[in-house]
């Protein structure tokens, strides 16, 4: 047999390339057979761990909104004004009414309040920011309500339809404060805000608003002949027409509508 057959018979022999390598990671395994249990153990209980905080997270945002809405049931008590000094019996079941609004908003505040603290970093707790704002507003805590309505703003998706609600009490609660440029802010960013109903427009009215205390008629003037014009049939327009008419009645020159087709130009550039 020649020299390179008998080469050839002897690499045969041999194990391959292949053989070598699978006994190599055999060796491995058995070494550190211990090490990869528990490397595949550490993601079987990380999975675990998902899973369960996604359940556990579930589990929370469904209590917490069903914590929210038993807190907001304060809205369904009566408001029964009574002289002083009356007593009322509730029937059995039913709690006695709010003698006033006052009364039944800081039910409310403390309610919402307390619910927050209790739930915080869930989407009911963000959201329950909003009525208490504006029940804080409405009691005259105006910091209070400033700090609700930045709460429920930085927490709420930018497409949630109530963006344009607690803008609009934001602005309120700067200009109870006669902070107007802050006040102009939000309600300029109210404007930028997809609204509809009864707060399509009401940016821009505000806006107006702002400008006159601020002794701007003029320009609140111009921005209120637009409103009619952009936002037609609603009841911003229609409280634009009104202020426009104070307006020219103290003498304030009042600059002439722009036409529909201009007005349109203008809003998309």
């Known amino acids: 047999m020649a020299k390179s057959e008998k080469m050839t018979q002897r690499e045969l022999k041999q ?3 292949f053989q070598r390598v699978g006994a190599e990671a055999r060796d491995w395994l058995i070494e550190r057979q211990q090490l990869v249990v528990l490397a595949v153990g550490v993601v079987l209980v990380g999975g675990l761990v998902v899973a369960l905080a996604s359940y556990f997270s579930s589990r929370s945002e469904d209590k917490a909104a069903q914590e ?3 807190a907001l049931k304060v809205l369904e008590r009566p408001i029964m004004a009574m002289p002083e000094g009356t007593q009322i019996t509730p029937m059995d079941g039913e709690e006695a009414p709010f003698k006033s609004a006052q009364e039944q908003d800081q039910a409310l505040v403390k309610a919402l309040t307390e619910f927050r603290a209790a739930h915080k ?6 959201t329950a920011a909003l009525p208490l704002g504006k029940a804080e507003y409405r009691l005259g805590n105006h910091d209070g309500a400033l700090a609700a309505f930045t709460d429920f703003l930085k927490d709420a998706p930018q497409n949630d339809p109530m963006r344009a609600a607690a803008l609009e009490g934001q602005g309120y609660a700067y200009e109870a404060q006669q902070k107007y440029d802050q006040a102009l802010g939000s309600f300029d ?3 930028k805000v997809d609204a509809s109903g009864y707060l399509e427009g009401m940016g821009q009215y505000h806006r107006a608003r702002i400008l006159i205390l601020q002794g701007k008629k003029e320009d609140a003037a111009a921005v209120l002949v637009k ?3 952009d936002h037609a049939n609603t009841a911003a327009a229609r409280l634009a027409a009104e202020r426009t008419s104070l307006l020219a009645a103290e003498g304030v020159k009042i600059p002439p509508p722009p036409q529909p087709s201009t007005a349109k130009q203008d809003g998309g550039a």
């Open 15 to 17: 194990p391959d390339a």
């Open 68 to 70: 929210l809405s038993r």
């Open 121 to 126: 970093g869930t989407r009911s707790a963000a």
């Open 189 to 191: 960013e109210m404007s």
């Open 227 to 229: 409103l009619p014009v």
